[in-house]
């Protein structure tokens, strides 16, 4: 029977759960739990048995990992019949100290604690995933894997911000980088799908889905990403600026009297496409587009000028790039936005195919020109298989 891992995802009021064959990558069930802790919640579970969506009350992480359990044993498929050998738990800040998943064990959970001032709004969650799920499934090995550690291989150079020595040390201010689960795997399918050797190809990977974020890939090492301390920084996101003039913060709050917690909320959920235009959605956001919208229009293309500039940067700092590889919700579907930003630099050797970009699939695929020096591949992520794979690594080394 083929290794299972059961994937948790635990946000601040929602658990994702995934139920994945860590061989084939083939999700026996998935679920998704949201609303936790309102009064009206809400359950949706996938498995062999086709999909159920209920309307409930959780009140916990607790109570949440129970309903998941119960989905299993009512609609299938049973945990019992699946060899399942860990749960895999994606934790999105893990500093300076993992660039490898780890087991959870009591110092494990102590070093992510003392991570959360650095991520407050998805550590606290995350360890209270672990903890529910080490209650619950006592038997199984439970595996931390980190957004933050695939991007643990770049040089000081490039994860050091130019401030005040001490500050590093004192505070951890520096680059961290994410989506570090989602960078590592479409990089290897990228190696893949060029028949080459990972150690051997250099890789512009542009994750564009409700967060975005662009990493330069030398051999199968992340040597430089656009997200920094927090998921803030880089290319512009459904409701986040990324880049900004550090002093607008300081302006705000001495012009307009504005609280810093504000100023940071503002950033964070009422900037990017939203802040722009009134639309977070892609898709929504070039239906407005397409019948004549200003603001929609401008956002797209501030989104997407800020994606080219990163290309451009990328490709200065790895000198030769074999591959720029569009990944996620935005990135795998907008074909009118993955030509959008690499218009124009058909000099660096980057050539859009029009019939090969907007054909329609779900499949990994080169969009470029057969004469393109750089092949640009559209590859969906996978970052259920790619915790699993880890999680997997971790248990059988
Ligand atoms: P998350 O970062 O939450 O995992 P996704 O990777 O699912 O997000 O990306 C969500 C984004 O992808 C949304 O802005 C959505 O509109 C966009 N998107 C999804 N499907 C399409 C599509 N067919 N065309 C354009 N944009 C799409």
């Known amino acids: ?26 999700a026996a069930a998935i679920g998704l739990i949201e609303r936790i802790g309102e009064s009206e919640g809400h359950q949706l579970h996938r498995g062999p048995n086709g999909e159920t969506s209920t309307a409930l009350s959780i009140s916990s992480h607790e109570d949440a990992l129970k309903a998941a359990i119960n989905a299993f044993e009512t609609q299938g498929p049973s945990l019992d019949d699946l060899d399942i050998v860990a749960v895999g738990h994606r934790v999105v800040h893990g500093g300076s100290w993992f660039a490898d998943p780890v087991l959870v064990d009591d110092d494990l959970i102590a070093k992510v604690t ?7 709004l998805h550590n606290p969650a995350n360890l209270e995933g672990m903890r529910v799920a080490r209650r619950l499934f006592p038997d199984l090995p439970q595996v931390a894997v980190f957004d933050t550690a695939f991007h643990q291989t770049l040089e000081p150079e490039a994860y050091t911000y130019a401030v005040p020595h001490e500050w590093l040390k004192e505070h951890g201010i520096r680059r961290y980088g994410f989506h570090g689960t989602s960078h590592a795997f479409v990089s290897g399918e990228a190696a893949r799908l060029l028949g080459r050797d990972p150690a051997d190809v250099n890789l512009i990977v542009l994750h564009l889905g409700n967060g975005c974020s662009a990493t330069a890939v030398r051999g199968g090492r992340s040597v430089d990403t656009s997200m920094g301390m ?20 300081g302006h705000l709050s001495r012009e307009l009297g504005l609280p810093l917690d504000k100023i940071d ?46 290309v451009g940067a990328y490709y200065a700092v790895l000198g030769t790039v074999d591959a720029i590889v569009f990944t996620a919700g935005v990135g795998q579907n907008a074909a009118e936005l993955r030509a959008a930003s690499l218009e124009g630099l058909e000099r660096l050797g980057i050539q859009i195919d029009d019939e090969r970009n907007t054909a329609s699939s779900d499949k990994a695929r080169v969009v470029s020109t057969d004469d393109s020096a750089v092949t640009v591949l559209v590859v969906p992520t996978n970052e259920e298989w790619q915790i699993a794979r880890e999680a997997l690594s971790v248990i059988r080394p």
């Open 1 to 26: 029977m083929s290794d299972h891992v059961l994937v948790i995802n635990a946000g601040s009021s929602s658990l994702k759960y995934s139920l994945v064959d860590a061989a084939s990558g083939e």
């Open 114 to 120: 003392e991570l959360v001032p650095l991520a407050p």
């Open 230 to 249: 927090t998921p803030l920084e880089g290319l512009v996101m459904g409701t986040r600026s990324g880049d900004l003039d550090p002093a607008i913060h």
């Open 265 to 310: 909320r503002l950033l964070n959920y009422e900037s990017g496409l939203k802040g722009l235009s009134g639309e977070n959605d892609f898709r929504e956001l070039s239906k407005r587009r397409a019948a004549g919208d200003d603001r929609a229009q401008l956002a797209f293309d501030v989104y997407r000028h800020r994606i080219k500039k990163y």
